[in-house]
């Protein structure tokens, strides 16, 4: 078995027409006696309706998925013995793609979700892979209990003289208690994706996600049927301290579970605002009434499944959240509230959207900030752009403007200066309801229209992140149909959003609404 490589894995496709993740080589995740870290090593299983219907198989190794293609799917019957061919490695961001990958790509067809979780291998897995005998351990929504991999006679002989253009293995299941003789095939016949409860039929036809049904998994230990106190599984995570309550005056408390929990639920909504920006973090591991840290860098020991990323005029790493499983990470560390910079994905030096932040005083009636609200809007269709509204999870609210990036997009000082004019026409109209100025003494009464969240650097709270403030409350997207007169941000919880998003699914178009900001710069020059 080769080690990790995506060299095979990038050769095989055209990016600019598929879209599957072009992927890195992530940091290894064996400690320095290589040994692996408990906890830290995930895997997938992909249905993948090409060619011909199969399994995509993958456990994380040296920084990358190295990969099987399971003709019939995994069994739960230890009589079953399922081939596994081995292909090239893949990026671990491979670990979230779900969708189409184009006709006449490599591989082309369908892509679902079909299991994920972490895995434990029995000894040294580099070790098993060399001999052809590799035994683990699964804890995922699906698969569990011990499996072993076993390299086929004849290409045992061929893989020590490096040979052959095609591995074979076989895949089976150990007696366990996860185990299911005469009834291997069971799990197969259900078609829902564990990510988004979508068919492949669905998928194909660009249907909408559905709301996955969060499961508890524990890890069995090599050789035993037994489970070990290893704390619940959320994503392939381990959730220790799972009963910790974050929100403790909340009846009953919201836990640490509680909060990894509501992360996969929302999490495919979510990480579209967060995948390719830097994303502090609000971290309080003892509740919210505790220590509370603002994190912006990446520290040692912090999971792989969060990014790292460098940023110009800055030597130390920023945090990056560019998968659902990164959520359940930061579920981990206590991570009570997201802020992602407002950057174009993967180009902090450009705007990608623009937030204007309506922040009122305390006498200030919240129907006031609706009004407030609407203002700001209708100035920005005026000028061609498509706002967008949420609440911020306290007492104001958030106007978002998405952006389309090209060539000659303006840059931030200029992204700030217009959204500054916007706010100071706004207060220059209605100075008994508008303030420009942060001072509190000049605030009574009014709402500050914050426009300092649109620099280079500045954050804002991400939509459908939890705030570590009383009702746990989050920062939730609405319609503006939803943005009127008796709208109270208070009922928007940790506990309520997810069927709320289902029902509603607000901010559907928003990624198709970018407009470019250059062209709304010169309406608002000569207006």
Request: with cysteine; aromatic share 6%; charged share 30%.
């Amino acid at each position: 078995m080769r080690n990790g490589n995506l060299t095979k894995y990038r050769a095989k496709r055209d990016f600019t027409r598929t879209a599957e993740p072009r992927g890195k080589m992530a940091r290894k995740t064996l400690g320095k006696t290589g040994a692996p870290v408990v906890g830290q090593l995930r895997f997938v299983v992909q249905r993948h309706d090409a060619t011909r219907l199969h399994y995509d198989f993958r456990l994380e190794l040296d920084g990358v998925f190295k990969s099987w293609a399971v003709t019939r799917g995994p069994s739960l019957d230890p009589h079953d013995k399922r081939l596994a061919v081995e292909v090239e490695d893949h990026p671990l961001d491979y670990g979230t793609f779900e969708g189409i990958i184009p006709e006449g790509q490599y591989g082309g067809g369908t892509v679902q979700l079909w299991d994920r979780g972490h895995w434990l291998p029995d000894g040294d897995p580099h070790q098993g892979l060399r001999r052809g005998d590799l035994k683990f351990s699964l804890a995922g929504e699906r698969l569990r209990g011990g499996w072993v991999l076993v390299r086929m006679k004849g290409d045992r002989e061929r893989g020590r003289k490096g040979g052959g253009k095609r591995t074979n293995w076989l895949l089976i299941k150990h007696r366990d208690a996860a185990a299911r003789e005469g009834d291997g095939d069971r799990l197969l016949k259900d078609p829902r994706s564990i990510a988004s409860g979508r068919t492949l039929e669905q998928i194909a036809a660009g249907a909408g996600r559905a709301l996955p049904k969060p499961k508890k998994a524990k890890l069995a230990k090599p050789g035993s049927d037994s489970a070990v106190a290893m704390g619940v599984v959320v994503m392939g995570v381990s959730i220790s301290h799972p009963d910790k309550p974050l929100w403790p005056d909340e009846k009953p408390p919201v836990t640490k579970l509680d909060l990894a929990r509501y992360y996969e639920t929302v999490g495919a909504w979510m990480i579209d605002h967060l995948k390719g920006r830097p994303c502090s973090l609000v971290r309080t591991p003892d509740g919210i009434a505790g220590q509370t840290f603002f994190q912006r860098h990446a520290m040692p020991g912090a999971s792989p499944l969060i990014e790292e990323v460098k940023i110009k005029g800055d030597r130390k790493p920023y945090l990056r959240i560019d998968r659902v499983e990164a959520l359940a990470a930061a579920a981990q560390l206590g991570a009570t509230e997201l802020h992602p910079w407002n950057c174009q994905p993967g180009q902090p030096e450009l705007p990608g959207r623009l937030v204007f932040d309506l922040d009122p005083a305390p006498d200030v009636k919240f129907a006031e900030v609706v009004a407030a609200a609407r203002e700001v809007a209708g100035r920005l269709e005026a000028l061609g752009l498509v706002p967008w509204c949420k609440t911020t999870g306290g007492k104001g609210l958030h106007v978002v403007v998405p952006l389309a990036a090209d060539r000659k997009s303006p840059d931030w000082d200029a992204a700030k200066s217009f959204t500054k004019e916007i706010c100071r026409r706004l207060a220059d109209d209605h100075p008994e309801r508008y303030v420009l100025d942060m001072a509190k003494k000049r605030r009574a009464g009014r709402i500050f229209l914050d426009y300092l969240r649109n620099d280079r650097t500045a954050t804002a709270v991400a939509p459908l992140s939890p705030r570590a403030r009383p009702g746990a409350t989050v920062s939730m997207p609405l319609a503006w149909s939803q943005v009127k007169t008796g709208l109270d941000p208070r009922k928007f919880t940790l506990r309520t959003a997810p069927a709320l998003l289902k029902k509603g699914r607000p901010w559907r178009d928003y990624a198709g609404s970018a407009r470019p900001l250059r062209g709304a710069i010169e309406k608002l020059l000569k207006s």
